[in-house]
């Protein structure tokens, strides 16, 4: 029992290794969603094996009573579902900073400020086009540790679509 055990979990192992795609060295695009009121992001991937990469987020929002900044990070595993198709699965985690000038207008004049630190999780698909293009749709739950915009330490999650050229 305990050999066919073994022997089932070395043959899951080679045959993930051997089903995994080739993966851009770099891309670089836009990840756009909710991103917990930061909008859209700037997006860098890099390749670290066969089948790791590190994804790199920036987001960032600015406006007239409200600015700041989001910085993800993931290490993800990708693996090759059929032609073009991948999935992929990641764990990171980012730090980020905003401030909200009220104006007496929503809260009655509170201001609020605040630094964040989040641990993030990462499960996606996405298609890799014959020309440089990928396009990626992904879910990402992040627990945050912040005053204001993670109050009570809250679970957010976000969907993104992803459009990256690769290079």
């Known amino acids: 029992m305990k050999k066919t055990i073994i022997a089932t979990v070395i043959l899951l192992v080679v045959g993930f290794t051997m089903n995994a795609q080739e993966i851009s060295k770099n891309a670089l695009g836009i990840r756009l969603g909710g991103n917990n009121g930061f909008g859209g992001e700037i997006s860098y991937q890099a390749r670290l094996s066969n089948s790791h990469r590190l994804e790199l987020d920036l987001g960032w929002r600015d406006g007239k009573n409200y600015d700041g900044f989001k910085i993800a990070g993931l290490h993800q595993w990708v693996w090759n579902i059929d032609n073009g198709f991948n ?6 985690g980012g730090l980020g900073s905003y401030s909200f000038n009220d104006n007496g207008n929503i809260n009655n004049g509170n201001d609020y400020n605040d630094t964040f630190v989040f641990a993030a999780g990462d499960i996606g698909i996405e298609y890799n086009f014959d020309i440089p293009l990928l396009i990626s749709l992904d879910f990402r739950p ?7 915009l993670y109050n009570n330490n809250d679970l957010d999650f976000d969907i993104a679509l992803g459009l990256r050229y690769q290079f």
């Open 142 to 148: 992040e627990i945050g540790f912040g005053n204001e």
């Open 87 to 92: 999935w992929y699965a990641g764990l990171g």
